[in-house]
């Protein structure tokens, strides 16, 4: 059997956050690719019977999270794609990067972030960077 069989090219994590649901693939394929996938769904107070606890994130506490990568066979991410929405109402953000393969910016990485806010309105911003950002949204 060659090395690659042997390999295991799949990896799942689940319930691994208190009072919610939650997953992480990851995955590589034949080209080398691997592609990291996680969401955390927290649970309401009805179906847990008690309080829910905490999710954490920055200075803020989250209802929900939702989080797709991916990275070449060099290492350098391509893709990434986060979601967050925030248990203090309807708040959510949404942040897509990806790697722009054709015009001026080709190579870099555009960088879309969606701000929603509670009373429905939604401020979307542009931004062509050198790699990916991966800081807290």
């Known amino acids: 059997m060659s090395d690659d069989k042997k390999k295991k090219k799949r990896t799942v994590k689940k319930d691994y956050v208190k009072d919610a649901k939650s997953k992480k693939v990851v995955k590589t394929n034949k080209r080398g ?4 996938k996680e969401k955390v769904s927290q649970y309401n107070k ?3 019977g008690h309080e829910p606890a905490d999710i954490p ?3 803020k506490n ?3 999270k939702s989080f797709k990568s991916k990275v070449n066979k060099k290492g350098k991410e391509t893709k990434r ?3 967050i929405v ?3 109402g309807n708040q959510m953000k949404v942040r897509k990067q990806r790697t722009v393969r ?3 910016n080709k190579g870099k990485i555009k960088s879309v972030t969606k701000n929603y806010s509670a009373g429905g309105g939604r401020t979307r911003t542009v931004k062509y960077l ?3 950002n991966k800081d807290k949204l």
């Open 130 to 132: 050198d790699k990916t």
């Open 33 to 36: 690719t691997t592609t990291t």
């Open 62 to 64: 989250i209802w929900e």
């Open 46 to 48: 009805g179906y847990l």
């Open 102 to 104: 054709f015009g001026r």
């Open 81 to 83: 794609k986060e979601k």
């Open 57 to 59: 994130y920055g200075n």
């Open 86 to 88: 925030y248990d203090d």
